[in-house]
């Protein structure tokens, strides 16, 4: 299978009929991704010994996902995953993302943290250092664009091995999303006018 996973990447699971769980990769083979529990042991439900399912997961482009049969793990706790059928799909972002370091507070239902954005866009940013955020929390942040400060909600949706965390903006309304969009407009000229030099 494309080898775009690796350990400790967070991964959405959906089972046929609905039953959603969240893990984390702990190993890639040829044939098979095996997946390690985020906080309590993962099992299929209702004694089922195999079911098919959906993982899904963020990359530097978009969200992959793949089709597959989930079966229990070599371990206790884990589940291991046989992609089946056609290969991965890719849906790319919408936004533009433009590479930037800006001061951000992070507000989870059960911790607090300020941290740097690595890079932002209209619909999202990505933070580090974030390790404590899990996949799936809810936040609120404050993101410092110089000029003014934005606040909104958002949802933890990707992580890397790097302790960065991915939050996607949820509904981030009127004013806030202008002057994000006008400043991601700015950081792209000042990266174009900088690589011509």
Not at 21 to 28: C, D, K, N
Not at 41 to 63: E, H, S
Not at 125 to 153: K, N
Not at 155 to 177: C, M, P
Request: aromatic share 4%; with cysteine.
């Amino acid at each position: 299978m494309e080898l775009l996973l690796e350990p400790r990447v967070p991964i959405d699971i959906t089972l046929d009929g609905g039953w959603h769980l969240t893990a984390q990769v702990t190993s890639v083979g040829p044939d098979h991704v095996d997946l390690g529990p985020l906080s309590e042991p993962l099992a299929l439900p209702a004694q089922l010994r195999w079911c098919g399912a959906t993982i899904a997961w963020k990359t530097r482009i978009g969200a992959a996902h793949r089709n597959g049969i989930l079966t229990q793990g070599p371990e206790p706790g884990q589940l291991r995953m046989h992609p089946v059928g056609e290969p991965m799909k890719v849906q790319r972002r919408r936004f533009v993302r433009v590479p930037a370091e800006l001061s951000t507070a992070v507000i989870a239902p059960d911790k607090r943290l300020t941290t740097r954005t690595l890079d932002v866009s209209v619909g999202g940013m990505l933070v580090a250092p974030a390790d404590t955020l899990v996949l799936d929390d809810t936040v609120r942040f404050a993101l410092d664009l110089g000029a003014i400060t934005i606040s909104g909600d958002g949802k933890v949706v990707r992580g890397t091995s790097e302790g960065a965390r991915g939050i996607l903006f949820d509904n981030l309304q009127g004013r806030a999303e202008r002057q994000l969009s006008r400043y991601v407009a700015e950081r792209q000229r000042q990266l174009i006018a900088g690589s011509r030099q």
